[in-house]
């Protein structure tokens, strides 16, 4: 029997490990192969059970859907010989004494009745989280607990969003892959659910049939964690561990044995290998020395800092912040206290730390809003009645997304090799939210097509979202620019950090009243001006471009009726 590759949900992707060898004897829905793409590591089950007698893929290969992975020795094709052969001598057995057929045919009626009326226990996969990975934050059910389809059963937490993972099925959980603290990928194996039933109690099998049975001996058990197979498939050739001495390269066994002893999951294992780094080298920093992935770029950026001259055309970058004093003098120091950051803000700091690579700059400008707060005021009560919050935020938005389709480089991200510019065909505008939890940014999908109205009513179903933390991964995606505003929280103009890929972002602090210089009437007059501070990616955004944009959305704002032009 062929063992396909099921619907992965990408066109393609690398088997990552084998998890099998010919002549395993596997269960229906045993792991066998790892694949992994761009988004999510996948553990692919086998649709039947069976001894294991091909394997037609090898590791670094390349499959689809419907490709064949294994091929197995169907065990219901066993079972039928093996049942043919007592079913003769069975027959032949009747012929000398009738009476003992019928009693074992109600026997294994009976039995099959049971079997068919308990729950079948199922191991269960992930669902699309929206990121190449997230951290488990809770674990909302205990073993033994009795769920139903749909409730919340773990929260997973990425740098961006808080998510609760429904129950796929009602039943009883019989087993918890994942613990807390963990950090899945999609399509990971995470529950075992026994689906709901009405178990039967089995009668006791009659003795001669017990002896019979016990006569046959047990099927072959193999270990399931062998890495890989040693027989028919070709292995991809194993890195070269660089822990090796100068001159002197480790066996590919040598170099198996040191990766099968690393603590590391599939995703982190192939960030190292597109990095190029030797993951024995790195130090983990999780739970039994675990490697994240921040594990990995701190090693990098180890490597790059120690290096005595690092050549100006690739870029040097700067060593990382030294160790904080020793503060136990109270003498010196004064009474401290360790509060621990929430697991927002700690899954936030890798993100963060990509500006260190940015070459950041902010463009400060003011738009003199007066006119459009005039209009603002008009329309409210109607939207209020409609149940929309109509904020000075929604005319930003929209004059912010009609800016960028004029301006399509400020709707762009810089390719990995420098060389080419990648630009958005739509404005996916982000909105920066503050929570209690920290800053989250859901996104407005789209945004050049929307009216005020439209964007008004998303802005105010997302925010309320973020501070329920109901915000979903797709929520969260996908964004090309953002906007951060600090509404009526006071200042005057900030620094805002470009949310990398993107290449900008823009600021909005607390409009004031201000004297303008009417040139008309050769006098002052009070207007209400709004700070704008657009910080920007220098790489790929000039400074005359900024300050040209920064005042083109200024004057959007002063004037909405330009945007229907």
Do not use: C
């Amino acid at each position: 029997m062929d063992i396909k590759a099921p619907d992965l949900g990408v066109d393609s992707a690398e088997v990552s490990e084998i998890m099998v060898a010919v002549g395993d004897v596997i269960a229906k829905d045993d792991n066998i192969v790892l694949l992994e793409s761009d988004k999510a590591s996948v553990e692919v089950p086998s649709s039947a059970a069976g001894k294991v007698t091909k394997i037609n893929v090898a590791i670094g290969d390349q499959v689809s859907e419907g490709m064949v992975l294994i091929e197995v020795e169907s065990a219901d094709a066993s079972d039928d010989n093996d049942d043919t052969a007592e079913e003769v001598t069975d027959s032949e057995q009747a012929d000398d004494n009738n009476e003992d057929a019928p009693v074992e045919d109600e026997a294994d009626a009976e039995e099959a009745t049971d079997d068919a009326g308990e729950g079948a226990s199922t191991t269960h996969a992930l669902p699309d989280i929206g990121v190449d990975e997230a951290q488990v934050a809770e674990i909302m059910v205990s073993v033994g607990d009795t769920v139903s389809a749909d409730e919340s059963i773990l929260l997973i937490e990425s740098d961006k969003a808080s998510v609760e993972v429904p129950a796929p099925e009602a039943g009883v959980v019989e087993k918890i892959l994942v613990n807390a603290g963990d950090t899945v990928a999609n399509g990971q194996d995470f529950i075992v659910i026994k689906a709901a039933g009405t178990p039967k109690a089995k009668p006791k099998a009659d003795t001669a049939k017990t002896e019979d049975k016990a006569d046959k001996p047990l099927p072959k058990t193999e270990n399931k964690s062998q890495p890989a197979p040693t027989g028919e498939p070709k292995q991809a050739p194993a890195p070269t561990s660089t822990a090796a001495p100068a001159g002197k390269k480790l066996s590919e066994a040598e170099v198996n044995e040191k990766l099968v002893d690393v603590y590391a999951g599939p995703a982190v294992r192939k960030l190292a290998r597109q990095l190029g780094v030797d993951i024995t080298q790195v130090k983990g920093s999780a739970l039994n020395d675990r490697i994240l992935k921040e594990d990995l770029f701190a090693h990098v950026k180890n490597r790059l800092t120690t290096q005595q001259a690092a050549p100006a055309a690739q870029g040097a970058v700067s060593s990382g912040l030294p160790k904080l004093p020793d503060m136990s003098n109270v003498e010196i120091w004064g009474e401290t206290e360790t509060q621990d950051l929430s697991r927002l803000q700690k899954v936030s700091i890798p993100q963060l730390n990509y500006n260190t690579y940015l070459p950041q700059v902010t463009q400060f400008d003011l738009s003199d809003i007066t006119e459009t707060e005039k209009l603002r005021g008009e329309l409210k009560g109607d939207m209020k009645a409609q149940g929309i919050g109509l904020t000075i935020l929604a005319f930003i938005v929209k004059a912010t997304a009609y800016a960028l389709t004029q301006h399509p480089r400020f709707n762009s991200h810089l390719s990995d090799d420098n060389t080419q510019i990648i630009l958005r065909k739509s404005v996916n505008m982000g909105i920066a939210v503050a929570t209690d939890d920290g800053l989250v940014v859901p996104v407005i999908k789209n945004a050049q097509d929307k009216g005020i109205k439209q964007i008004a009513i998303e802005i105010g179903e997302l925010a309320g979202k973020a501070r329920d933390k109901k915000l979903g991964a797709k929520d969260l995606q996908g964004a090309s620019f953002t906007i951060s505003s600090q509404g009526n929280l006071g200042g005057t103009a900030f620094t805002p950090l470009v949310n990398w890929p993107q290449v900008g972002i823009l600021g909005v602090s607390e409009a004031s009243m201000q004297p303008r210089w009417n040139e008309t009437k050769q006098t002052f007059e009070p207007r209400l001006m709004l700070p704008l501070s657009l910080s920007y990616d220098h790489r790929v955004i000039n400074g005359a471009d900024a300050a040209v944009f920064t005042r083109y959305v200024a004057t959007l704002l002063a004037d909405p009726r330009r945007i229907l032009l």
